[in-house]
């Protein structure tokens, strides 16, 4: 009986150093993101965040438009086949935009970007924190959040949702290629019945808010497990890895929250 | 007058002190590193910080740095007391130091002249000209001009750590920390560092502190030393005072004796027992 309820007070107590842990670690992420987001930019400021969305961005650019194009080219081939049934390749044009708009653009864009920026982010700081580069910056009075951190966190804020708008423009086009120039659908049905449903608001509108809300989290997890890692080669390992199960957990399930209030009425 | 303030406090007065460590306790994990070290540096002079591996003595420039946080006491920098400042004014603080990290610790994105540039560009305003000459006067001092192209993954481990020391001298600061400066150096540029770090010294009146166990190359250019041991300071005086201090533990670190009360071993049980009664299948006994 006594074992036994030491046994339970043991569990309680790692459940309860476990629940310290996590709400201490997500105190350190929030202020990470405060200390190193809110800083007034400086020339010196914009040439790294120039810099950065260059990798960030432009380098992702054709991950993210290939995938567009052959999610919208499977999009159309899929909802030809069940509208044509019913006699409703018609409203072809609408599907493809408006799943790409609402969901698929919005999620896909951020998962690839978890996979392709978010990883080159946190390896890129880790090694940089494991090889002392981040103590040497302090040390010469340059406060790395600002320097290293910043316009890293800044170029994922602006550029995932450039690159959900291309993603989208793109899987429209392939849902165009496919349902008009092989499989027949009438030109002009395809693009009046999508301008006719997609409203800017409340489509491209909530499908921009997903992206923004994505491309915070997403930068914001890559970052920071880069930074606050253990610096040795298997820390970066696992940093890495968890950036990318994070980053596509978050983005999944925001997805969800963000779809129940824009279009589930909640 | 500098002799009888030997005689009289030790070494030189406190009030000449430019780095004042007081009753510092700094414990990682369960290990305690520090436990009640007192310690005051000279300024202008050059004060080296030697001890057995694994004392704590990169730790202790960290935490002079304001990198790590005392579990308690206190570290003045120039009556700053580090642990008390913002972060910005931190950040000032340190644009008055310059570090030479153990690895050197380079940024491997810019070539060795810009390694060497970054501080005089980020904390002046200085013309292109004007930093072409100072960042090509640091690379002559250290011998190493004609590789201001090399990236840094292209340098030698010796090589890196000489362009770091241009790098934290080139906004000429007031302090300089020096992390193990001579490991890894041949013989011809061990030499000429330890004339360069004199040299600094003189001609700029720098605070200088040498973390080493090199005891010869120590010696020959520290006017004050500590010796830190099992968490304390165990000796501090001269060279001449500890070359002959009488302290058996001061004793055998500077004439390097491998028996005497600072064990080589790291704790364990004993050898005979370890290696006749084990259990095969576990690694220890």
């Known amino acids: 009986m006594d074992a036994n309820f030491s046994d339970i007070l043991a569990r309680v107590t790692r459940l309860g150093r476990k629940g310290s842990d996590l709400l201490e670690a997500l105190g350190r992420a929030g202020l990470f993101l405060g200390q190193s987001a809110i800083s007034v930019p400086s020339r010196e400021g914009w040439r790294l965040w120039m810099q950065q969305m260059h990798f960030v961005g432009v380098l992702s650019l054709a991950i993210v438009l290939v995938s567009g194009l052959f999610i919208g080219m499977v999009i159309s081939l899929q909802g030809y086949t069940i509208l044509v049934e019913f006699g409703a390749e018609e409203a072809l044009g609408q599907m493809v935009a408006l799943s790409l708009l609402r969901e698929l653009a919005p999620v896909v864009a951020a998962l690839l970007f978890a996979g392709r920026a978010g990883s080159a982010l946190t390896a890129e700081i880790g090694l940089m924190k494991a090889t002392e580069q981040l103590s040497s910056m302090e040390m010469i009075g340059v406060d790395p959040l600002r320097r290293v951190v910043a316009p890293r966190l800044w170029a ?34 395809y693009w009046s019945n999508m301008q006719a449903s997609v409203t800017f608001l409340n489509d491209v509108g909530n499908g921009m808010v997903k992206s923004l809300v994505f491309a915070v989290v997403v930068t914001w997890i890559a970052v920071f497990q880069g930074y606050d890692l253990v610096p040795t080669s298997e820390g970066i390992s696992r940093a890495t890895t968890r950036t990318v199960v994070y980053s596509s957990l978050a983005v999944l399930g925001l997805d969800f929250v963000l779809t129940a209030v824009m279009f589930g009425g909640l | ?208 502190v040498v973390v080493s166990h090199d005891i010869k190359e120590t010696l020959s250019i520290a006017d004050y030393l500590y010796l830190i041991a ?56």
């Open chain 1, 156 to 189: 994922g804020f602006v550029s995932l949702p450039i690159l959900t708008v291309g993603f989208s423009v793109v899987g429209v086009w392939g849902g165009y290629l496919v349902g008009v120039q092989w499989l027949g659908v009438f030109e002009g049905s």
């Open chain 2, 1 to 208: 007058m500098l002799s009888a303030h030997k005689v009289s406090a030790g070494f030189y007065m406190t009030d000449t002190a430019f780095i004042e460590i007081q009753d510092l306790h700094f414990t990682r994990g369960d290990h305690e590193i520090f436990r009640g070290v007192n310690m005051s540096i000279p300024r202008g002079r050059v004060t080296a910080i030697m001890g057995p591996s694994g004392t704590g003595k990169t730790t202790l420039l960290k935490l002079i740095g304001g990198q790590l946080t005392p579990d308690s006491g206190r570290i003045l920098i120039d009556g700053q007391d580090v642990n008390r400042l913002s972060r910005k004014a931190l950040f000032k603080l340190r644009q008055r130091m310059g570090m030479l990290f153990q690895s050197g610790a380079l940024f491997s994105d810019l070539d060795v002249f810009e390694n060497v540039a970054f501080p005089l560009r980020v904390h002046t305003n200085l013309p292109d000209a004007m930093v072409r000459d100072i960042v090509l006067l640091k690379l002559q001092a250290v011998g190493l001009r004609g590789a201001r192209e090399l990236m840094p993954s292209e340098l030698s481990g010796g090589m890196a750590r000489r362009v770091a020391l241009a790098r934290a001298v080139s906004l000429d600061p007031e302090l300089i920390l020096y992390d193990e400066p001579f490991v890894g150096q041949d013989p011809i540029s061990m030499g000429v560092l330890v004339q360069l770090i004199k040299r600094l010294n003189q001609a700029l009146e720098l605070t200088s």
């Open chain 2, 230 to 285: 099992d968490g304390e300071v165990v000796a501090h005086g001269t060279p001449q005072m500890l070359d002959t201090h009488q302290d058996p533990r001061v004793e055998q670190f500077m004439h390097g004796q491998p028996d005497g009360p600072v064990p080589f071993h790291y704790p364990a049980q004993p050898f005979y027992d370890d290696i006749l009664n084990h259990d095969a299948t576990t690694r220890i006994g």
